[in-house]
């Protein structure tokens, strides 16, 4: 077999315009690997309802199967140039697309709804903790983006929070693909051990809530993990959870504007004479993704009631009906060798990260008297 490369290339990505043009103009080159990537993601959602039958639960995501699947079938075999096209499509502008549909689960009423006091508690422990996170990977020997990526997953709301923050950062298929395959795994730890820890500490049913809106990473994960406490512990997880994903907008605006800080330390541009280039000043396309503009549209668009109710739950399933098509393709464009051979310190940058999260998440709980 030949020696395993990425199959989805890694260059920076394309603005909508430019790859949706491309795609509706040649529909021939696109079609074969989306559907590629479809066959995949039909095989992960068949394996979470396989999961669902015989544990009454999907304890893998589908999300999670996908990638999980196309990377297996990316290490068999590797796919002819004519597979491209379509898989590029699937993991960069489909994924770009589920981020702003994303922006559909967000409003005002959710942010006025968790309170001054505990919005302001979301928005510290993501700030404190995305750089810590950073750093705690940096000092594991990660590349700049890769810990980037974790520290984002870690922080913000992992699968999706990873999707969004990797086109901004132009970061690799591999680092996507053993970002979210460690951070998945931990966050199903996390659903099973965060109740018992609640019960351990004493926590009532509204920090419960609290604690776990700010350290699970997927609203359905939160549920899951707060239902133990009660109504009120799924009602304020929930919400907390959302106005972290809110988060997701800005974190993205600022990393935008320092992807070329990122791009040139972990590739090492040096100008003719040696010297370690300068990063370019990003465009302002660049500084601010059309995705976040379209994903902050859609939050403003639910806030002011210009979404019927009957749409939200449609743009939800379509969101991440995406995002599991994108991750297909992310898997079937990963070097399983690659992702192997960081799997020893990105495991560990993930749990100490998730440690770092609970640490401060419990001392804003505690700080703002709930």
Known sequence: MPTATAAVPTEPR?????????ALHHPRRVLPGFLLCCMVTALAYGGASLEAGLFGK???????????????????????????????????LLLEVAVVLLGASVSAATILAVGPAMLG????????VIPASFLIGRAL?????????????????GNSAIAAVAPVIDADSDDVAAAIAF????????VLGLPLLGYAIGLTGLQYGALSGLTVYAVPQ????????????????????????LMLGPVCVVLAMLAPRLRE?????????????????????????WFIVGFIALAG???????????????????????????????????VRTVAKAGGPVTAAVVLSLVTLGAVALAAIFSVGL
């Open 301 to 335: 668009a639910r806030s002011f009631g210009l979404i019927p109710e009957a749409l939200l739950a449609p743009i939800a399933t379509a969101a991440t009906l995406l995002t599991a098509i994108s991750m297909a393709a992310l898997g079937l464009g990963v070097d």
């Open 121 to 128: 508690a979301v928005v510290v422990v993501v700030t404190l």
């Open 265 to 289: 330390v972990d590739e090492g541009a040096r100008d003719g004479d040696g010297v370690r280039a300068k990063p370019a000043r990003p465009p302002l396309h660049r500084l601010v993704p």
């Open 58 to 92: 999907a304890w893998i995501e589908a999300l999670v199967l996908a990638i999980l699947i196309g990377t297996a079938i990316r290490t068999a075999w590797t796919p002819h140039a004519r597979w491209l096209p379509g898989i590029d499509f699937s993991a960069h």
């Open 183 to 190: 951070t998945a795994v931990l966050g199903v730890v996390v």
């Open 222 to 245: 939160v549920i899951a993990a707060a239902a133990p406490f009660g109504a009120t512990a799924i009602k304020i997880g929930t919400l907390v959870k959302l106005v972290r994903v």
């Open 141 to 157: 020997g990660l590349p700049k983006r890769m810990a980037m990526l974790v520290a984002c997953g870690n922080s913000i709301c």
């Open 14 to 22: 394309s603005s909508f315009p430019h790859a949706a043009s491309r």
